[in-house]
Nanobody, 119 residues
């Protein structure tokens, strides 16, 4: 089994910054995609940013230029640096990873971390 544990959420004022972390552990042979999704109240879960094992990234248009995703393959950890935060960034942020356990591929989710942008 694979576990994803997120940290770094919280309350921040508009224009502020936060850094989210997500560490994967358990039966891991390799990790392909790692990414962040978010879900605001009453809305569908949406992709925020994704990074593949080779380092290529893609971002939602709403966060381009403000958020940066990165990963530390040695630590099986993905980060999301969020700058110039806006109230509309308020949501529960979920880590996601495509992991090979040595036997098969599986998609895993973290438990979510709340990000609130408010004055």
């Amino acid at each position: 089994q694979v576990q994803l544990v997120e940290s770094g959420g919280g309350l921040v004022q508009p224009g502020g910054s936060l850094r989210l972390s997500c560490a994967a552990s358990g039966s891991i042979f390799s990790i392909n995609n790692m990414g962040w999704f978010r879900q605001a109240p009453g809305k569908q879960r949406e992709l925020v940013a994704r990074i593949i094992s080779g380092g290529s990234t893609n971002y939602a248009d709403s966060v381009k230029g403000r958020f940066t995703i990165s990963r530390d393959n040695a630590k099986n950890t993905v980060y999301l640096q969020m700058n110039s935060l806006k109230p509309e960034d308020t949501a529960v942020y979920y880590c996601n990873a495509l992991v090979h356990s040595g036997q098969s591929w599986g998609t895993y989710w973290g438990q979510g971390t709340q990000v609130t942008v408010s004055s």
